[in-house]
């Protein structure tokens, strides 16, 4: 039976900090516990996976709707693949490409028999052949993760920003660091984000700003502290996220 998590903390800021808690509460014995784990996790991580089978495996999109409906029933939801989750074997995400194209491939490997033996007429030999490919992680597959985490963490800070009524903070976030960044805007000069937000000098929406990048910051760890396990990996995660958004 899994019991709670011994490294949950808080953060400042609002933000929970729960290492490995996606792990550790989907193996809750405690139903409701153990549904919210797996809906967080469905809906953070299937567009990922999905993205991996079609454009690293060449997996037609309908057919790789099917696996992942497959993989989550099977593995995730009937064999607690999330729970049986280990950190010395390394990332968590590399653990769920890895156990999704295993179960891809004997998929495959059926509907092949089946075809052989006269079975239900699939073409899949190409798309097995392609799931055999590449042992390591896909490129597809990490820049789908990374946005996903990016998307979760932006919302995260968004949430707490208008729960505690810091609407300067998240505003002058959005105009000098998400729109430059995502939208290839202009930052909005600092004169303007004075007046829109009635601050008493440069310096102080200057000071702001940095408020607000630590505020994201903090949203990005509790966002992954969901996954990895103590602090070194969830700085490690960052580095090679942030590798991975910039190459993509």
């Given at each position: 039976m899994v019991q709670s998590n011994p490294n949950h903390k808080a953060e400042r800021g609002g933000f929970p900090s729960t290492h490995w808690s996606i792990v550790v509460d989907a193996g809750n014995d405690q139903t409701i516990v153990r549904r919210e784990a797996l809906g967080r996790f469905l809906r953070r991580y299937s567009e990922a996976l999905k993205v991996h089978l079609i454009w690293r495996k060449r997996v037609d999109p309908h057919q790789a709707e099917d696996l992942i409906q497959g993989f989550l029933l099977a593995r995730v939801l009937e064999a607690d693949l999330i729970a049986k989750a280990d950190p010395q074997r390394g990332r968590f995400r590399n653990y769920l490409l890895t156990s999704l194209d295993r179960y891809a491939s004997n998929e495959y490997r059926s509907a092949r028999a089946a075809k052989r033996g006269g079975g239900r007429r699939i073409d899949l030999d190409e798309a097995a052949d392609a799931l055999d490919e590449d042992p390591t992680p896909a490129r597809s597959f990490e820049v789908a993760w990374a946005q996903q985490v990016l998307r979760e963490a932006v919302q995260r800070m968004r949430d707490y920003c208008e729960e505690s009524g810091r609407h300067d903070v998240w505003g002058i976030f959005e105009a000098r660091v998400l729109a430059p960044t995502l939208e290839d805007a202009e930052p909005v000069p600092y004169e303007q984000l004075v007046s829109r937000y009635r601050l008493q000098s440069?310096?102080?929406?200057?000071?702001?700003?940095?408020?607000?990048?630590?505020?994201?910051?903090?949203?990005?760890?509790?966002?992954?502290?969901?996954?990895?396990?103590?602090?070194?990996?969830?700085?490690?995660?960052?580095?090679?996220?942030?590798?991975?958004?910039?190459?993509?």
């Open positions: 440069l310096e102080q929406a200057a000071n702001l700003l940095a408020t607000a990048k630590r505020t994201f910051s903090r949203a990005m760890r509790s966002v992954i502290s969901e996954y990895e396990q103590d602090d070194s990996a969830i700085d490690a995660e960052i580095a090679e996220l942030r590798g991975i958004l910039g190459r993509g």
